[in-house]
């Protein structure tokens, strides 16, 4: 149980996983040094040896979901990657029993999520046609009641491959294939002398509930992509040790590299409630809490005399409804409040410590109205609330706003409608990007006029590419000719000085002149007056 819940873990988690690695190995172990014995005494299945081999390949995901360590994910994909190889699971279609072929669905699926994570795009392409073939042949042979969930899976994964943008390369009509991940040289480094906070990211909670966003394993578009911008580029740990795939768990790196994450797809409020005090009770000193809300609007029904934390609406984070007699409940009195919406009163108790909030959705300007009680380090980042028409047909595959903080580049070239490119303009652009960010950065800290809570979560790597990619997202946007009303722009809590960072000239020079690098230039504002 407290091996594959996603509620917080017990103390002791570690020591619960360290046993449960340990049975595996030697079972594993066990197997292959027995394996004449198992097979012409005991008629071990070749599915069986699959089974266990699947299972291990479970515990490593989930060791990499309480973790964080990326290095887990590429031992987890060792042992899928080996039980495809070695056909494990061939013989399985043989057999007159449905329960054992949902086994192998299963761990199809597993796999899947697996490659979607460490960007293995065209294995997954190759994944899913096996997957489609296999889940046609069990609907035929098995009239089952799950026929319809495996024909949804296959279509959910189907639209989430399609949903992330990519670029043609004209060369060789290659696809450019690039992982999102921090990597090294990947965010400006701090400059000598340069003041900021040392605060880290120890934590964060990455909540989903978009209406019609495409969806995989309990995992959106946009959850996927900031898991993503949370973590580093994975090393493979079965090259640093002389045990390839059997590590366990008590050999992980000294130093946690990457912030513990908690994946939450339409959380209750409780749930929701659960996770954020865990997460704030176990928070170290000199850390910080992150919570990204992805997430539908909820408007408020009327405006009262006072205007409080309470009565701007906020994001829902579950679409539950009551159900009566079998029949869900939709008259709602108008007094009365979205039960699951988590409004930005609900965030106060935990600003005791350092917070970093971002919110996309078509109310996240209910969090403008924040307030910050306890004098701790604050910030939120705000997605627009209104999008042009043609942006609004896209939002399906992901919201523009995260897509910006996930890949800054790709969200460039996807509101200027660019699918494809020569290599070396790619790279050149990459390159420009690359100073971009610099300077960005050397705007949000030689500032005068910036609050000093951006200049306190500047020292960590992660957040601070949040906030520089965040100020790059507001420049384009700004400069776009479609974005002409103020609720397409993102905002921020506390506001960015415009005239030293987001609307400063030399920022429009530079998003201007990646315009002209890549063609695109009829499609911006020369400068800011021009919207106006």
Request: hydrophobic share 35%.
């Amino acid at each position: 149980f407290y091996l594959l819940t996603p509620y917080p873990m017990p103390p002791q988690w570690q020591s619960y996983f360290g046993r449960t690695f340990d049975v595996y190995t030697k079972l594993w172990k066990f197997q292959q040094q027995h394996r004449q014995v198992l097979d012409n005494r005991y008629g071990l299945k070749r599915w069986q040896i699959g089974e266990v081999a699947s299972k291990i390949g479970q515990l490593y995901y989930h060791y990499y979901l309480r973790t964080s360590e990326t290095s887990y994910l590429n031992e987890a994909f060792s042992f899928y990657s080996a039980i495809r190889q070695r056909s494990y699971y061939y013989q399985v279609n043989k057999e007159d029993r449905p329960e054992l072929v949902v086994k192998k669905l299963r761990y199809y699926a597993r796999y899947i999520v697996v490659c979607l994570l460490l960007n293995k795009n065209d294995l997954v392409t190759v994944l899913v046609k096996e997957l489609s073939e296999e889940i046609e042949d069990y609907t035929q042979r098995f009239n089952t009641e799950d026929q319809l969930e495996w024909n949804l899976v296959l279509q959910e994964v189907a639209a989430f491959v399609e949903a992330d943008p990519v670029i043609v390369l004209n060369d060789d009509n290659s696809v450019v294939v690039m992982s999102n991940r921090l990597q090294e040289g990947g965010v400006p480094q701090l400059e000598q002398g340069m003041v900021v906070g040392q605060l880290a990211l120890a934590d964060a909670l990455i909540v989903g509930n978009c209406n019609s966003q495409v969806k995989f394993s309990e995992l959106t578009i946009d959850m996927f992509r900031m898991l993503q911008a949370l973590e580093r580029e994975p090393v493979n740990l079965s090259a640093q040790t002389n045990k390839p795939g059997t590590l366990e768990p008590s050999e992980k790196p000294a130093k946690r590299e990457n912030p513990h994450k908690y994946l939450l797809y339409k959380p209750t409020f409780s749930q929701l409630y659960t996770f954020l005090s865990a997460s704030f009770k176990e928070l170290p000193a000199n850390s910080v809490l992150l919570v990204y809300l992805s997430a539908t609007g909820v408007f408020p029904t009327s405006r009262s005399d006072y205007e409080g934390p309470y009565e701007y609406g906020g994001v829902l984070t579950n679409t539950n409804r009551d159900v009566v007699n079998g029949e869900t409940v939709q008259k709602r009195n108008q007094a009365q409040k979205e039960m699951h919406c988590l409004h930005p009163g609900d965030l106060f108790p935990f600003t005791r410590k350092p917070l970093f909030v971002i919110v996309d959705s078509s109310n996240s300007t209910a969090y403008k109205n924040f307030s910050n009680l306890f004098g701790q380090p604050l910030v939120c980042l705000l997605s627009p609330t209104v999008y042009p028409k043609s942006m609004q047909d896209q939002s399906q595959r992901g919201s523009l706003f995260t897509l910006f903080l996930y890949n800054p580049l790709m969200a460039f070239l996807s509101v200027c409608g660019l699918s494809s490119m020569r290599q070396g303009l790619w790279e050149k652009a990459q390159e420009f990007l690359r100073k971009v960010n610099r300077d960005i950065g050397q705007m949000i800290t030689r500032s005068r006029v910036i609050d000093q809570a951006f200049l306190q979560f500047y020292g960590d790597e992660f957040l601070r590419l949040l906030m520089i990619r965040f100020v790059f997202c507001s420049a384009t946007l700004r400069l776009h000719k479609l974005f002409r009303e103020s609720q397409s722009f993102p905002e921020s809590y506390p506001q960015l000085p415009k005239q030293d960072i987001v609307e400063s000239t030399t920022l429009q020079k530079h998003v201007l002149d990646l315009a002209a690098m890549l063609d695109v230039q009829n499609l911006f504002c020369d400068g800011m007056m021009d919207n106006y």
